[in-house]
């Protein structure tokens, strides 16, 4: 069964402490994702990648930074986390042949809490 | 930048009921997908229906796409508590090559 796995589900941070949160496929897919979902906003894109050390910004970029240093494995970066950074992350990926071209594997999610 | 709109927000029936969902979008697309998420869970992806098609089937899904509309609908037949999730269209964004872009999601209740 295709996977993409999500470090952590619950994940608990203080308030400037950098955080990582890492996804890894085992589907040899080209493009990953970030997305994060609040309550009544929906899932709003952070970052995506197409290809290893690509980077593409989404709609919500700041305070955010990706590495892409395995076609594996998509890690999203919180420089200094903050309270509004509390939130579900979800990673995905799909096939090269657009990012769009083709449906979306999503892990399970993180949910980071931010005190 | 939203792109596309689920209706209703939220829908509640019984068992072997029908329920249609909604999407509206605002730009030119090339695909139209729509995802299923279980509470707190990742989503999975249900259906791809393309620009050039009208409708499309998978098990008690159907998928209807009006471009001239700028509209998709979601049909659940029989419905079972199982389908008890929110479910969420996603477009392309208007610039050529971005990510999906997903709406805020119907939540479907479906009680026995």
């Known amino acids: 069964d295709v996977k993409v796995t999500q470090s952590s589900r619950y994940l608990v941070k203080r308030t400037g402490e950098k955080v990582f949160l890492e996804c890894v496929q085992d589907?040899?897919?080209?493009?990953m994702f970030w997305y994060r979902q609040d309550p009544g906003l929906g899932l709003r894109l952070i970052y995506f990648?197409?290809?290893?050390?690509?980077?593409e910004k989404g709609d919500i970029p700041e305070g955010y930074s990706v590495s892409r240093e395995k076609k594996e494995r998509f890690s999203l970066i919180l420089e200094s986390a903050s309270t509004n950074q509390t939130s579900m992350y979800l990673c995905?990926?799909?096939?090269?042949?657009?990012?769009?071209?083709?449906?979306?594997?999503f892990g399970s999610g993180t949910r980071l809490t931010v005190v | 930048s939203q792109q596309g709109e689920e209706d209703p927000q939220a829908l509640s029936i019984q068992e072997g009921e029908n329920a249609t969902m909604n999407c509206s979008y605002k730009?030119?697309?090339?695909?139209l997908q729509w995802y299923r998420q279980n509470s707190g869970r990742g989503l999975v992806h249900l259906i791809l229906?393309?620009?050039?098609?009208r409708e499309k089937h998978s098990g008690r899904l159907r998928v209807t796409l009006d471009t001239s509309k700028k509209s998709s609908s979601l049909l659940i037949t029989a419905s079972r508590a199982a389908d008890t999730a929110s479910y969420f269209c996603?477009?392309?964004?208007?610039?050529?090559?971005?990510?999906?872009?997903f709406g805020k999601g119907t939540t479907l209740s479906v009680s026995s």
């Open positions: 995905a990926s799909s096939l090269f042949g657009g990012p769009t071209n083709y449906g979306y594997t």
């Open positions: 589907m040899d897919h080209e493009n």
């Open positions: 990648s197409y290809d290893v050390k690509m980077k």
């Open positions: 730009t030119s697309i090339n695909n």
């Open positions: 229906i393309r620009s050039n098609e």
């Open positions: 996603a477009t392309d964004a208007h610039q050529a090559g971005t990510a999906l872009i």
